[in-house]
């Protein structure tokens, strides 16, 4: 009898035991479930507005497109890329279609962001003139070794425009995202300058998102998101995420400053983060 009890003690100690290890890895499954998700959430929201402030920047500076250069392809860098053809090329006929060509890969200078393929934009009318709206697609395009794909509509209004990503798709060695957004970008400073050093936008807006292992999350700006032009990452805002199992995520992006950190709150737990070396 006594041996008996000592066996369903004993048998009942490594039922705790595995029940207990279960728990501890179903609990750190979900944490780098959510910890996946806010990364997706801040990767979209990086990539999406770098590939904005790219199409506003060689839109305003090419001579064919926008409303001050007298020459197109202007912007090519020292090392010709990227290499910007338009067409039609006069400087009265819309729709335009701009390619942008970053060949097998060039960065503006003194970044550190490396992009290659291409991205072809078609303006219904100069860029930021309320009503022209520009649809943005991609080939074989990269930012680093993130890969981008989808449709971008931009509609400008006054002081902005609405973004709309469609069949949106980031991946690289990690997995791949699909998403699937509205956003609503204001300009908040640097609107009466050529040059866009000054600029400073303000974004709000929400999106859905479902990545490659399955899981998949709604997000929504309470606070919005501010992006600088001469900052590579995102430096003010906040959102909130709500994932399939209604875990509440909250990334936080910052004070203002420029700096390479954020945080990331999972159901009342923070952590910081940095956004990785060479990714906007």
Same mark, same amino acid.
Do not use: H
């Given at each position: ?89 006069? *400087?009265? =006929?819309?729709? +335009?279609?701009? &390619?942008?060509?970053? /060949?097998? %890969? ?7 962001? $490396? ?86 936008? *303000?974004? =709000?807006?929400? +999106?859905?998102? &479902?990545?490659?292992? /399955?899981? %998949? ?7 919005? $998101? ?55």
């Amino acid at each position: 009898m006594k041996k008996s009890i000592l066996l369903l003690t004993g048998i009942s100690v490594l039922l705790l035991l595995v029940v207990s290890a279960c728990k501890k890895d179903a609990l750190n499954d979900l944490k780098s479930d959510n910890e996946l998700i806010a990364t997706s959430s801040s990767a979209i929201d990086q990539n999406t507005m770098e590939i904005i402030s790219d199409g506003d920047w060689f839109g305003m500076m090419d001579g064919f497109v926008g409303p001050e250069a007298t020459t197109g392809n202007e912007m090519t860098n020292e090392n010709g890329c990227p290499d910007i053809t338009v067409s039609p090329a006069d *400087r009265t =006929t819309f729709p +335009k279609t701009m &390619t942008i060509d970053f /060949g097998d %890969g060039c960065s503006r200078q003194g970044s550190d962001v $490396v992009k290659k393929g291409k991205m072809i934009i078609v303006f219904t009318g100069r860029p930021r003139v309320p009503g022209t709206v520009t649809t943005t697609t991609f080939d074989n395009y990269f930012i680093n070794d993130r890969k981008m794909e989808g449709t971008i509509t931009k509609t400008y209004g006054q002081n902005g425009f609405n973004i709309t990503v469609r069949d949106g798709k980031l991946t690289d060695a990690d997995g791949s995202i699909s998403f699937q957004s509205t956003k609503t970008i204001v300009q908040i400073a640097g609107q009466n300058t050529r040059m866009p050093n000054d600029d400073v936008f *303000r974004m =709000t807006g929400r +999106k859905m998102v &479902t990545n490659s292992n /399955g899981g %998949g999350f709604t997000a929504n700006t309470t606070k919005p $998101v501010i992006k600088r032009f001469i900052c590579p990452f995102v430096v003010e805002g906040t959102i909130e995420i709500k994932n399939r199992r209604d875990d509440l995520i909250v990334i936080d992006y910052g004070d203002g400053r420029c700096d390479n950190e954020y945080t990331v709150t999972i159901n009342g737990v923070t952590e910081t983060k940095f956004f990785r070396p060479g990714r906007r």
